[in-house]
């Protein structure tokens, strides 16, 4: 089992509409979540991290379920500069350790006109 | 600005070569991290530094080098053993006290076999 798995999609969802991605994780020790997006032959750029309360910052709205071992992105009104891929992002050390970040594979979104 | 830089952008190797990439950052982080993409993949570790002077393997070690003698600097070589090393080569950077910041990346190298 891939210790980050996601659905690489493509979702093509329409301008406007809410969308949401899902991930899991294997490791029950994991301490830190993140969203990243990475656009198409560029790097990843941080989007948001995710807090156990849920949090959300704009139209972005990021779940984390411990139990599940279940991360969410949800966005809302979607723009076309929304189309990239999404990568879920797990730290399995909490600070003081070099983090050695596992990346899911990535969720792509293509926002359509 | 802060930030991460990696040189060159493009880079092409031919068989049986060693190559280095650069990758150069200012902003006081501590640890330094290689990472390889193929297309439709997830990132892989290759290496990873906490403190100058000391390094640690990846997942995927195997073919490749680094050093990290100053605090800013960690380059990677590519050596004549990594059999397939057609790949988007990534550097990022972390403040290890702060989990909650993830990782700044450069821009990327991306290698080619010729």
């Known amino acids: 089992r891939k210790e980050v798995e996601q659905d690489p999609g493509p979702f093509n969802v329409p301008e406007g509409a809410t969308v949401a991605f899902n991930c899991t994780y294997s490791n029950s020790a994991s301490q830190s979540f993140f969203w990243y997006r990475q656009d198409c032959r560029k790097e990843p750029k941080l989007l948001m991290s995710?807090?156990?309360s849920g949090n959300e910052d704009g139209r972005f709205t990021a779940q984390l379920n411990r139990a599940s071992q279940y991360i969410s992105l949800l966005i809302r009104d979607s723009k076309l500069s929304d189309s990239a891929t999404y990568l879920c992002v797990v730290n399995p050390k909490a600070s003081g350790s070099a983090r050695q970040l596992t990346f899911g594979s990535g969720t792509q979104l293509t926002v359509l006109p | 600005d802060g930030g991460i830089t990696q040189s060159p952008k493009y880079l092409f190797r031919k068989e049986g070569q060693n190559v280095t990439l650069s990758c150069e950052q200012n902003?006081?982080?501590?640890?330094m991290y290689w990472y390889r993409q193929d297309p439709g993949q997830g990132l892989r570790l290759i290496y990873y530094?906490?403190?100058?002077?000391?390094?640690q393997k990846g997942d995927i070690a195997e073919g490749y080098s680094v050093s990290r003698e100053k605090k800013e600097s960690f380059p990677l070589t590519v050596t004549s053993a990594q059999k397939n090393p057609t790949a988007f080569y990534l550097c990022?950077?972390?403040?290890?006290?702060?989990?909650?910041?993830?990782?700044?990346f450069g821009s990327g190298t991306r290698l080619t076999v010729v």
């Open positions: 990022a950077s972390s403040l290890i006290q702060r989990a909650a910041d993830g990782y700044t």
């Open positions: 902003l006081n982080h501590d640890a």
């Open positions: 530094s906490q403190i100058v002077n000391d390094f």
């Open positions: 995710v807090y156990s």
